[in-house]
């Protein structure tokens, strides 16, 4: 059983430039949900989304997208990275919401130079 | 608002020691509470939630209302338990906040 998982591991952007990162759950999980990690700050959270097509903002929406299409995939999407978006990134899935635990991929180690 | 304070960013202890990691939070409903371990070079994963009532790895925290803390308690620390710990809250929106951690070092 996959679990969640996150790809890539590991990348490094040069300012303005766009990508995506991937989240994929096999679980078939409605809850899902995305996370920076930044030494000092915890945990933020980005995006979530509660279902197939319907997505809402976290703590610290400004300069990602999102969105659900389908239930196992929710892909996080920097348009123009800054140095600020350096971090690691981590992808959620839920069976509900309530006491539901939440199951965590591996991590991106996100670097913006 | 949903609000999760771990005022302690580190706490070193000694192995066999007590150990006590302080969670508080601020959320006006009635919240899920939670607490998440990282151990080294591993994902995230869930250690206990307040409403099972369970203890595991010997770890145990009691949902106490009226000081609205959620505090994560072993009796005796063990080296294997040296990992970040963080403390979460679901509220009716279902969205999970975390605090900023706790790095638990057990000094052996």
């Known amino acids: 059983n996959a679990g969640v998982t996150q790809t890539p591991k590991f990348q490094v952007l040069k300012t303005g430039q766009s990508m995506t990162l991937q989240c994929a759950q096999d679980?078939?999980?409605?809850?899902m949900s995305w996370y920076r990690q930044d030494p000092g700050m915890g945990l933020r959270l980005i995006h979530y989304?509660?279902?197939?097509?319907?997505?809402d903002q976290g703590e610290v929406p400004n300069g990602y997208n999102v969105s659900r299409s389908t239930t196992e995939d929710f892909p996080l999407r920097l348009l123009s990275a800054a140095p600020s978006q350096t971090s690691v990134y981590f992808c959620a899935s839920s069976f509900e919401g309530g006491a539901g635990e939440a199951f965590f991929g591996q991590g991106t180690r996100l670097t913006v130079v | 608002a949903q609000r999760v304070t771990q005022p302690e960013k580190l706490l070193s202890v000694f192995k066999g020691a007590p150990v006590e990691l302080k969670c508080n939070y601020s959320?006006?409903?009635?919240?899920?509470l939670f607490w998440y371990v990282q151990y080294s070079r591993q994902r995230l994963q869930l250690l206990l939630r307040h409403i099972s009532r369970e203890s595991i790895k010997g770890f145990t925290a009691d949902l106490n209302k009226g000081e609205t803390s959620f505090h994560l308690k072993k009796p005796f620390a063990q080296e294997e338990d040296s990992a970040m710990y963080y403390c979460a809250l679901r509220g009716a929106t279902n969205k999970l906040i975390f605090g900023t951690g706790t790095l638990l070092a057990v000094q052996p």
């Open positions: 679980m078939n999980h409605e809850y």
């Open positions: 959320y006006s409903g009635s919240p899920e």
């Open positions: 989304s509660v279902g197939a097509g319907i997505t």
